[in-house]
């Protein structure tokens, strides 16, 4: 392989943000914040860049990043810093962003509104989990991680750089010593469950979403990456 091709998996850094936004936006645009737009996303990024809970790995390929994964050692904890922390510029950017999408402002009042207003004000408690209404077993464990988003440019799939993203990020919430790790797809040909369930993700609950797009959730041991 080329040094061209060589593809570094690393930790991001500030100015990667910008491309990670991109991508997020146009590869992977389901969910509420992909329509808030770049600005939003990045900001969204940066906020887990800094925090303690938070983790940005990116994808690099001949100096470009071609992919990322987004996620959290400690989602609980990483909604809580982050609305610590970043709760006044994430609001603004955000109103900013509904304020020139009115339909979706609409939707978003209407679907997610009010729940979004009592996390900012403070009176609403940070999430355990990411699994919906549904058969999800086990509850009562500690720690949840969360794998929030993995992306990879089109034209370079197919080199396993979505195994590589994946597996640094669940070696990563091992070295933490969290043993449980939680993410959403969408159902169906939007969602990416066949490449979950191949890298050994266990499917344990399925709900709809406030979009009413069906999703599933699927959880990990991440000791498992260490064994495979």
Do not use: C
């Not at 491309?19 to 969204?44: I, K, N, Q, S, Y």
């Not at 355990?128 to 089109?154: H, M, N, S, T, Y």
């Not at 994946?166 to 790790?181: C, H, K, N, Y």
């Not at 890298?199 to 406030?210: C, F, K, L, P, T």
């Amino acid at each position: 392989m080329s040094g061209d091709d060589q593809i570094e998996i690393r930790p991001a850094g500030e100015d990667d943000l910008h491309a990670t936004a991109a991508l997020h936006v146009t590869e992977l645009p389901h969910g509420l914040f992909p329509r808030f737009g770049d600005g939003f996303v990045r900001r969204w990024h940066r906020a887990h860049l800094v925090s303690p809970y938070g983790v940005v790995l990116v994808a690099v390929r001949g100096g470009e990043v071609v992919g990322f994964a987004l996620g959290s050692t400690d989602r609980p904890a990483n909604v809580a810093w982050i609305i610590g922390h970043r709760r006044r510029e994430l609001a603004l950017a955000g109103l900013r962003a509904l304020l020139t999408r009115p339909v979706l402002a609409a939707g978003f009042v209407r679907s997610r509104g009010l729940r979004y207003a009592q996390r900012l004000l403070g009176r609403g408690a940070a999430p355990a989990r990411v699994a919906g209404a549904g058969p999800v077993p086990e509850a009562g464990f500690g720690a949840i991680a969360v794998l929030e988003a993995i992306v990879v440019a089109r034209e370079h799939r197919g080199r396993s750089i979505g195994t590589g993203l994946t597996d640094a990020f669940l070696s990563i919430v091992a070295a933490a010593g969290v043993e449980r790790v939680e993410l959403v797809t969408k159902a169906g040909a939007r969602g990416a469950a066949g490449f979950y369930e191949r890298s050994g993700w266990r499917r344990v609950g399925d709900h709809v979403d406030r979009d009413g797009d069906g999703v599933h959730t699927y959880r990990i041991d991440p000791r498992f990456v260490r064994a495979r």
